[in-house]
C-alpha cells in the first residue's frame, strides 16, 4: 500500500516541469481560492456575531454592520472564484498542449519496432483521454486537494476555539471520513487504471474498422466487428459500473457521517446553551462551520480518487515517452565523401525481432553505384525487413550496411534519409495536397522540384487533370486516386530529394496489367543514374534490374543477371514461375532453350 503511495507520488511529481514555467499563475489560483474558501468561513463567525449582539440585544444598528460584512465576504468569495476559473485556464490547457506535443514528437521519433508492438488505439487514447484527465487536475484536484485540506484544518480549529467539546464531536465524523476515503482511494486505482486500458482497446477497435471499412464491407465482416466491438464495450461499462459501485458506496459514508456529527453537536451544543457553558451564537456557529466544511471534508475522498486517476492516466503517458529511442543519429556524425556515389553494400548483416527469431542470418550483398538490383525470395523470407535496414527503420542486429564505405550508423539520420530516398509496398497517401504529399520526400523544395519529380514519375499528366491540379487535397479526407497513381506518387516522393541510393519495396506489388505499365516505365525513368534495391515479386520488376539477388533461409544465395539465375538456379526459376502470372518466364526460358 505504501509502495503504490510511493509510487502515485513519484508519478504525479514528474509532472512538476511541465506545471513550473506557469508556477506564478499556479500561485495566484492557490491564493485565491484559498481567500475564497476563508471568506466562506468567515461569514459563521459573523453569524455568531449576530446572534449573541444584535439579535440578542434587540440592537439593529450594529445589526446591519454585521450584514453588510456577511455581504462584502459573500461577494468576495464569488469574485475570487471567478479569478481562479479565470486564470487556472491558461496553465492547464498548455501543460496539456505541451505534453500532447512531447507524445507526438516521442511517437515520430520512436522506431518502427515501437509502434509494431503497440496498438494505435492504446496511443490515441493516451494522447486524447489521459492527458484531459490530466489537465482536470492541474485546473481543479491539485488546488483543490491543497486548499480544501488546509480549510478543514482551519475549519477544525475555529470550532476548536468555539468549543473543545464541539470540537470532539465534529472529529468523531471527520476522521473517519477521511480514513474511509483512503481506502477506497486504492480501489479505485486499480479499476480506473483498467477502465483506461479498455477503453484504449476500445478505441483501437473502432479505428481498425474505420479504417479497414472496405474490406469489413466487401467481405460481410461488419455484423463480426460488432460484436467485437460490443464485447468490448460491455467489459468498459462493466468495469465503468464497479468504479461507480466503490464511488456510490464512498458517496454514502461521506453523506452519512457529516449527518451524524452535526446531529452530535446539535446535541451537545443544546446540553452546553442549558447548563449555561456556551451560547446560541456558538452552537450556531460552529453548525454553520461545520455545514461549511462538508464539502473540503467530502471532497477530499474524490479528489485521492482524482489523483489516482491521473496518477494512472500519467503512467499510461509515460510508459510511451520513457520508451527508448533506439534509432539514433551518432554524437558526431560522419560525412559522406561528395559526390555521393552510391556504393551500397550489405556486410554480414543479421537481423532477430525482440521475440528472438532471426530473419537474417549473415546478408552480404554488393551493390555498385548506379546499378539497380532486385530482391527476390519467398513470402516471409524477409526481404521487407531487409530494405529497412538501409535508411534504418530499425538497426541490423548484426554486420553492417555502408554507404560510399561509411557505416550508415555513423551518418546522422537527417544525412541518411536524404541520400537514401524509399517507397513502400503499401503508397500511404496523408491528407493534404499533391505537393505537401511529394515534399514529404523533402520538405525544403519548391514547386518546381516536385514538377520535376512527378514528371520522372510519369504522374505530372494525371495530377496536372486534378481538379485543382497540384494543389488538390488526396489522401483519407480527399479525392480517391487508383492503385497506380498512388505508385507514382509515392515514386515521386522517393526521388523528389535526388537521392543516390532508393530502395523500393516491391512499386508494382497489387496493380493490374494496365497500370502496371504505366509504373514500370515511370520506375524505369525513377531508377535512372542512383543504385537502387528494389524488392520485386513479378517478372516484370526483375527485369528492370542490372542483376538479382535472391534471399533464402536469412542469407543471399544467389546473385547475377536475371537470364543468369534463370539458366543455372532452378529455386530461382520455381520462385519466378509462381508469380508469373503473365507466362513471361515461361516465354524466356522456352526462347532460351531455343537458342
Ligand atoms: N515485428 C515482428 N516481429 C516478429 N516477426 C516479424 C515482425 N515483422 C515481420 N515478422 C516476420 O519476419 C518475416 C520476414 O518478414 P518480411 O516482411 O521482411 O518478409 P518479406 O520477404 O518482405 O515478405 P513478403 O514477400 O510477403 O512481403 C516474416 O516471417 C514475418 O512474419
Redesign the pocket.
Known amino acids: 500500500m505504501s509502495d503504490q503511495r510511493n509510487s502515485t507520488i513519484r508519478t504525479l511529481r514528474r509532472l512538476w516541469p511541465y506545471v513550473r514555467p506557469h508556477r506564478a499563475r499556479m500561485a495566484v489560483v492557490l491564493a485565491a481560492t484559498m481567500l475564497a474558501m476563508l471568506c466562506g468561513l468567515g461569514i459563521p463567525l459573523l453569524t455568531q456575531r449576530i446572534v449573541d449582539g444584535p439579535i440578542q440585544n434587540g440592537d439593529t444598528a450594529t445589526l446591519w454592520w454585521l450584514v453588510l460584512g456577511v455581504l462584502v465576504l459573500g461577494l468576495a468569495e464569488a469574485g475570487l472564484f471567478y479569478v481562479r476559473r479565470k486564470v487556472v485556464a491558461r496553465p492547464a490547457a498548455q501543460v496539456e498542449a505541451r505534453m500532447r506535443f512531447d507524445l507526438y514528437q516521442r511517437l515520430q521519433r520512436l522506431p518502427v519496432?515501437f509502434h509494431?508492438?503497440w496498438q494505435s488505439g492504446q496511443l490515441l487514447s493516451r494522447a486524447t483521454n489521459d492527458l484531459t484527465t490530466v489537465r482536470r487536475f492541474v485546473a481543479f484536484a491539485i488546488i483543490f486537494l491543497v486548499v480544501n485540506s488546509l480549510v478543514v484544518l482551519i475549519g477544525l480549529g475555529i470550532i476548536a476555539a468555539l468549543s473543545p467539546w464541539l470540537l470532539v464531536v465534529a472529529l468523531c465524523g471527520a476522521l473517519p471520513l477521511i480514513v474511509i476515503s483512503f481506502f477506497f482511494e486504492s480501489r479505485f486505482k486499480v479499476v480506473a487504471r483498467k477502465a483506461q486500458d479498455q477503453s484504449g482497446d476500445l478505441t483501437t477497435t473502432v479505428e481498425e474498422s474505420v479504417l479497414g471499412i472496405r474490406v469489413l464491407k466487401a467481405f460481410g465482416r461488419g455484423p463480426e466487428l460488432s460484436k467485437r466491438f460490443l464485447a468490448q464495450a460491455r467489459e468498459l461499462r462493466r468495469t465503468e459500473l464497479h468504479k461507480v459501485s466503490i464511488l456510490a458506496a464512498l458517496w454514502s459514508v461521506l453523506i452519512v457521517l457529516p449527518e451524524l456529527s452535526i446531529a452530535g453537536m446539535l446535541g451537545v451544543g443544546a446540553a452546553g446553551i442549558v447548563n449555561g457553558s456556551m451560547t446560541v451564537g456558538t452552537l450556531v456557529a460552529a453548525v454553520a462551520v461545520s455545514a461549511y466544511l462538508r464539502w473540503p471534508i467530502d471532497s477530499i475522498g474524490w479528489l485521492l480518487a482524482e489523483t489516482n486517476q491521473t496518477a494512472s492516466a500519467l503512467e499510461r503517458y509515460w510508459e510511451v515517452v520513457d520508451e527508448p529511442v533506439t534509432v539514433t543519429g551518432p554524437a558526431t556524425p560522419a560525412a559522406l565523401p561528395s559526390p555521393v556515389r552510391g556504393h551500397v553494400r550489405f556486410e554480414g548483416v543479421r537481423f532477430a525481432?525482440?521475440?528472438g527469431?532471426e530473419?537474417l542470418k549473415g546478408v552480404d550483398l554488393d551493390l555498385r553505384p548506379g546499378e539497380t538490383v532486385a530482391l527476390v525470395?519467398?513470402?516471409?523470407?524477409?526481404?521487407?525487413?531487409?530494405?529497412?535496414l538501409v535508411p534504418r527503420l530499425a538497426d541490423a542486429t548484426g554486420g553492417r550496411i555502408t554507404i560510399d564505405g561509411v557505416d550508415v550508423r555513423d551518418l546522422s539520420l537527417e544525412d541518411l534519409r536524404t541520400v537514401v530516398g524509399t517507397a513502400f509496398?503499401e503508397p500511404v497517401l496523408f491528407s493534404a495536397s499533391v505537393t505537401e504529399n511529394v515534399a514529404l520526400g523533402a520538405p525544403d523544395v519548391g514547386e518546381d522540384r516536385v514538377r520535376e519529380a512527378l514528371r520522372v514519375a510519369k504522374a505530372e499528366e494525371f495530377v496536372d487533370a486534378l481538379p485543382w491540379g497540384l494543389a488538390t487535397r488526396i489522401g483519407e479526407q480527399g479525392l480517391s486516386l487508383s492503385g497506380g497513381q498512388r505508385q507514382r506518387l509515392a515514386l515521386a516522393r522517393a526521388v523528389v530529394g535526388k537521392p543516390s541510393v532508393l530502395v523500393l519495396?516491391?512499386p508494382l506489388?497489387a496493380l493490374d496489367v494496365h497500370t502496371e505499365a504505366e509504373v514500370e516505365a515511370a520506375l524505369r525513368r525513377v531508377l535512372r543514374g542512383v543504385t537502387a534495391l528494389v524488392?520485386a515479386?513479378r517478372p516484370s520488376t526483375v527485369q528492370l534490374a542490372d542483376r538479382v539477388a535472391m534471399?533464402s533461409d536469412g542469407r543471399i544465395t544467389a546473385f547475377g543477371t536475371h537470364r543468369e539465375l534463370l539458366e543455372h538456379n532452378e529455386e530461382y526459376r520455381r520462385l519466378l514461375s509462381s508469380s508469373d502470372h503473365d507466362g513471361q518466364v515461361r516465354d524466356q526460358v522456352e526462347e532460351e532453350v531455343a537458342s
Open positions: 519496432s509494431d508492438r525481432f525482440e521475440d527469431r530473419v525470395g519467398a513470402t516471409g523470407s524477409g526481404k521487407t525487413t531487409l530494405t529497412a509496398e519495396d516491391d506489388s524488392v515479386h534471399l
